[in-house]
């Protein structure tokens, strides 16, 4: 699986947008970008996956530029409650044996009021 | 629809004695992962049963074990336990499994080792 670099903590403020970076540049043509959101002592949860260009749901947008070489999480409006370490994976995207989820460090987000 | 359960939610054990973790995934879903969570190591891939068959396997010793039944509920054992097994554990469950698929994670079982 593609190794990905992400920064290991960020500060942000309630109402601001927070946008996290994450690089990956040896993603390979099949591989999808997927973000988990962690609270501490709960597991993973799933926020958003994408192939390329834009995705958007109603927590978050992933941007993911023509080389595919990094991706943007983008949080809009933070508040309190997203304070959490957010992971960025990339794995090839079919079922099966490639599957495994492998996690790197993660980037530790803290809003503050 | 119920998540995926776990249980125990807590455990206490001793160096040399061996637990059993169960897990129970969403309705439907036919894929388990096994990770195990410490502060050093971070989030750390263990298994994964897929109808009732391990398909993938981390980078674990042989003393960490586990099965999926017909019904997908699963069972991660871990013999002659260690400090270093103190880790949290989680389960994770989804449709086929795979990278492209969403994975729904259990709130972990906290394994104290002593």
């Known amino acids: 699986l593609a190794k990905t670099t992400q920064p290991i903590s960020m500060d942000s403020y309630e109402g601001q947008e927070v946008n996290i970076t994450c690089s990956h540049n040896?993603?390979?043509?099949?591989?999808?970008i997927t973000w988990y959101q962690q609270f501490p002592s709960q597991g993973p949860r799933f926020i958003i996956q994408?192939?390329?260009t834009k995705v958007t749901n109603e927590v978050a947008s992933l941007f993911i530029p023509a080389d595919r070489k990094s991706s943007t999480l983008s949080l809009p409006r933070v508040s309190l409650s997203d304070t959490a370490v957010y992971y960025c994976?990339?794995?090839?995207?079919?079922?099966?044996?490639?599957?495994?989820?492998?996690f790197g460090k993660g980037t530790k987000l803290s809003v503050k009021p | 629809k119920a998540g995926v359960t776990q249980t125990p939610r807590y455990l206490i054990k001793t160096r040399g004695q061996q637990v059993t973790l169960s897990c129970s995934p969403i309705s439907g879903h036919r894929s388990v992962s096994w990770y195990q969570q410490t502060p050093g190591q971070g989030l750390q891939f263990l298994f994964e049963y897929f109808s009732e068959t391990q398909r993938n396997k981390g980078n674990f010793p042989g003393r960490f074990s586990g099965r999926q039944f017909s019904n997908s509920r699963s069972e991660m054992n871990v013999s002659t336990l260690e400090l270093g097994d103190s880790a949290l554990y989680l389960c994770?469950?989804?449709?086929?499994?795979?990278?492209?698929?969403?994975?729904?994670f259990g709130p972990g079982t906290r394994l104290t080792v002593t």
């Open positions: 994408g192939y390329k």
């Open positions: 994770a469950s989804s449709l086929v499994g795979g990278f492209g698929y969403e994975q729904y």
């Open positions: 994976l990339v794995g090839d995207g079919d079922g099966g044996s490639q599957g495994n989820l492998i």
């Open positions: 040896n993603i390979a043509t099949n591989d999808y």
